[in-house]
């Protein structure tokens, strides 16, 4: 059993089009990250969230902590090639030990 | 280098042998942890280092799976009697102390037990 599930697991869409990846859990976590990772590399953060509703932009992404801190999204506007990866949601279970979600394999098609 | 290194990069054994997997974290990270990712799929926690120490080893999967870091620095995972559910990539990451949350990956060992 996933502690962290998202979703849709493949996303395939045109270049321009925007997208939601979600993270959700059963549990409550203290925070919630976003990595993104390339074939060949590890996993690169891309952002903490921390406060229930909180809302984070970087760029064209936007990221949402749920209110109950049990889940989480990210939105790409108008997505590029270059957004191409496996974004992966991850949640610390006690002060160290991070648990990832099974990831989101995303491909923007030219 | 500026970042976390592991060596080496791919490892192709044959099952029953043992095989070691290095991390050389950032310097001055006092924070170490191993991560296994099967492929495509999220990270697995194997196992966490404060300096030497390993203050939770609840992921190794088996008593076939142990680490050691030794000067606050490098740190091996070593794996025993390799089967085939061992083939995967072998993940290592470094965080400046236990309560700073962003961790910095190696670029991973990709394991292939035959």
């Known amino acids: 059993t996933q502690l962290l599930e998202q979703s849709p697991q493949f996303l395939s869409i045109q270049e321009g089009e925007n997208l939601t990846v979600y993270c959700n859990s059963s549990?409550?976590?203290?925070?919630l990250q976003w990595y993104r990772q390339e074939p060949g590399e590890g996993p690169v953060l891309l952002v903490t969230?921390?406060?229930?509703?909180e809302v984070k932009k970087l760029k064209r992404l936007t990221f949402q902590f749920g209110d109950a801190r049990k889940d989480s999204s990210l939105h790409i506007t108008a997505a590029q090639t270059g957004d191409t990866g496996l974004y992966l949601c991850?949640?610390?279970?006690?002060?160290?030990?991070?648990?990832f979600g099974q990831g989101t394999r995303l491909t923007i098609n030219p | 280098g500026a970042g976390v290194s592991q060596s080496p990069s791919n490892k192709v054994t044959e099952k029953g042998k043992d095989v070691e997997l290095r991390c050389d974290p950032i310097s001055g990270h006092t924070a170490l942890y191993w991560y296994r990712q099967s492929l495509g799929q999220g990270l697995e926690f194997l196992i966490y280092?404060?300096?030497?120490?390993?203050?939770?080893k609840s992921g190794l999967p088996s008593d076939r799976f142990s680490a050691e870091r030794t000067g606050g620095s490098v740190s091996t995972l070593t794996i025993q009697r390799t089967q085939q559910e061992d083939s995967a990539v072998y993940l290592c990451?470094?965080?400046?102390?236990?309560?700073?949350?962003?961790?910095?990956f190696g670029p991973g060992t990709r394991l292939t037990v035959l």
């Open positions: 991850a949640g610390f279970q006690g002060a160290q030990k991070l648990v």
């Open positions: 549990s409550v976590f203290s925070s």
């Open positions: 990451a470094s965080s400046l102390s236990p309560g700073v949350t962003e961790q910095f």
């Open positions: 280092f404060q300096g030497n120490s390993a203050p939770d």
């Open positions: 969230v921390v406060t229930g509703g």
